[in-house]
């Protein structure tokens, strides 16, 4: 059992998730509030990492974090150090192919409030920031926690995009699921099944608690 | 008071004219989609007209032509909305003690006397998924009220109830709004819950209000036939106005009626007229009145229908075709007067009942 490699996971994971917890909060919000004009097509590139393949968003990422590029560069000129192949590198690259899983969630938790709940609130003399923090977010909530577990369990999960953008790093970007790869191909099946059932485990716990939690909360609001 | 003065093209066509006094209940009538719930919107301020004047209580709470407008939050409107729009994660109590001012020191008094209010003690730990509909429409007036508002606004609040809850609903509100001093404005498109609820009736067809007055004078005397036709006034006909003798008499197929409030009309030019079902009046068979000398009509009884015991009866007029006039009579009266389908009987049309109006 490779627990260098848990521990990035898990460390990478729950960065991530708390990272994209505002991030997927403010782009939902907005995106179920304002109407503009390229919702469509903004929504499409958020999507974008859901269905093009992990090797082609890592091949990006991995251009777009090159010394020589825009990004990369900054970086270097700020830290005297690579983005490629780095944690923040890797960190940087979860979020974006996260994205989707949790505004998606978001969005539709957001889109599923009745419009007069919150003029039904403006008219109690509530704030448009009161009604979000009392209201709005409350009612979003199960749409929150699953995106949370989402983009947490795809984070801990994901394997072409983090061997393209962080290589192999032992205890800077070797991930679970690449130690298990790494098992795998020295024929160590013991530890691969170790590790494999362990991420299993995880995955089963944390959507068994999330589903539990929203049926009792459908329950409770009565959707 | 609540002045509302609006005339605007968007989001819809609306040119609306209100004036509702505080303690008054005042219902804005008409069809689906003509423009009710806009109005509301625009009193909360939930929806801005292009050019309006709002006033409450000497607050200028809209004013297009000087820039003002102020937010739902800073104009004190209670609003029952028609699906209660309640918050679903909150408790009873919680919902109502949003709407209370945070100041407000003496919180959960002021809950219990609203739930008292709206006879809902004992159920504040609920959730509203808990409650019936009733219960969550008399919330959704405690939450409206909770915020000691300037005008109470009611967007169709017994639309999502059944029939025996709402019968009850209404007598709930009949005694809560006396206890309120405050304008109140309903808007429904059932012209019996106006009627019964309402101190005036305000119709409103395509965005326009054609007519602002009592009960009796928006069903029984209306302005004009649109406004006749849009509360689906009954014995709605057609006939002559003529000048003879000096006197102005209705002229209608053979018959020759003495009208009153004819005053305002020319001679000599088609009109319509309506009687109410209620003031057709009925010449006992068994004992002779003087009503019979007032202009007297002769028909057979073609229908009759008993409902909550007032007997509904079409009469086929002699003389007239096939036209109908519709009489109400307590159910009593059809009984003591032996009225059966197919009989002969007179009836006499009142002078000071017949009602004119303009094509």
């Known amino acids: 059992m490779d627990w260098t490699a848990f521990e990035v996971s898990i460390k990478l994971a729950l960065l991530t998730c708390l990272t994209l917890l505002p991030i997927g909060l403010a782009i939902a919000y907005l995106l179920n509030k304002v109407q503009f004009m390229g919702r469509g097509f903004v929504e499409a590139i958020i999507t974008l990492p859901l269905v093009l393949p992990p090797t082609v968003l890592g091949y990006f990422l991995l251009v777009g974090m090159d010394n020589n590029s825009i990004v990369g560069g900054f970086f270097v000129s700020i830290t005297g150090e690579s983005l490629a192949f780095s944690f923040v590198g890797l960190w940087l690259a979860s979020l974006i192919y996260s994205l989707p899983f949790a505004v998606q969630p978001m969005l539709r938790a957001f889109e599923q409030i009745a419009p007069e709940i919150r003029e039904a609130a403006w008219c109690s003399g509530l704030s448009k920031w009161k009604t979000f923090f009392k209201i709005e977010l409350p009612l979003a909530w199960p749409g929150i926690i699953t995106a949370m577990v989402l983009s947490f369990s795809h984070t801990l999960g994901e394997f072409g995009v983090v061997l393209m953008i962080g290589g192999n790093i032992a205890g800077e970007t070797r991930t679970l699921s690449i130690a298990i790869y790494d098992s795998v191909l020295a024929l160590d099946h013991h530890q691969a099944q170790t590790m494999s059932l362990l991420l299993l485990a995880i995955a089963l716990v944390t959507l068994t608690v999330v589903y539990t939690f929203n049926r009792r909360h459908a329950r409770l609001v009565n959707i | ?6 005339s605007t093209n968007a989001p819809i066509k609306l040119d609306v004219d209100l004036l509702c006094k505080d303690g008054e209940l005042l219902a804005l009538v008409g069809p689906s989609g003509a423009g009710k719930s806009t109005v509301l919107r625009c009193i909360a301020g939930l929806q801005t007209p292009k050019k309006a004047v709002i006033k409450c209580q ?13 937010t739902p939050q800073q104009r004190r409107v209670g609003m029952v909305f028609q699906n209660y729009a309640l918050f679903p994660h909150l408790t009873v109590n919680d919902n109502i003690r949003l709407a209370i001012e945070q100041q407000q020191t003496d919180q959960v008094q002021r809950i219990s006397e609203l739930l008292a209010q709206v006879n809902l003690t004992g159920l504040g730990k609920r959730y509203p998924a808990q409650l019936s509909g009733g219960q969550q429409q008399r919330v959704a007036l405690a939450r409206a009220l909770a915020r000691s508002p300037d005008v109470l606004l009611l967007d169709e609040p017994f639309s999502a109830v059944d029939k025996v809850t709402r019968r009850k609903l209404y007598l709930e509100l009949n005694t809560l709004r006396r206890q309120l001093n405050m304008p109140i404005i309903l808007v429904t498109h059932d012209l019996d819950e106006a009627a019964m609820l309402a101190d005036t009736i305000c119709v409103i067809h395509q965005g326009k209000t054609l007519q602002q007055g009592s009960s009796e004078q928006i069903l029984y005397r209306p302005n004009n036939v649109t406004i006749a036709r849009q509360v689906d006034v009954r014995n709605l006909l057609s006939a002559d106005l003529v000048k003879t003798d000096g006197r102005q008499t209705l002229h209608w197929f053979d018959y020759k009626f003495n009208v009153e409030n004819a005053a305002g009309f ?17 010449h006992q068979r068994v004992r002779k009145s003087k009503g019979e000398r007032e202009n007297p009509i002769t028909a057979t009884i073609k229908d009759m229908v008993t409902l909550r015991g007032i007997t509904t009866v079409l009469l086929n007029v002699y003389n007239t075709g096939d036209t109908i006039i519709q009489m109400d009579l307590p159910e009593h009266v059809a009984m003591r007067n032996s009225l059966k389908r197919g009989e002969t009987i007179s009836v006499s049309l009142l002078a000071d009942a017949i009602h004119l109006m303009l094509s």
Do not use: E, Y
């Open chain 2, 58 to 70: 000497d607050q200028l709470w809209f004013d297009s032509d000087n820039n003002i407008n102020k």
């Open chain 2, 266 to 282: 020319v001679d000599n030019q088609s009109i319509f007229w309506t009687i109410s079902p209620s003031k057709v009046l009925l």
């Open chain 2, 1 to 6: 008071m609540l002045k509302v003065n609006i």
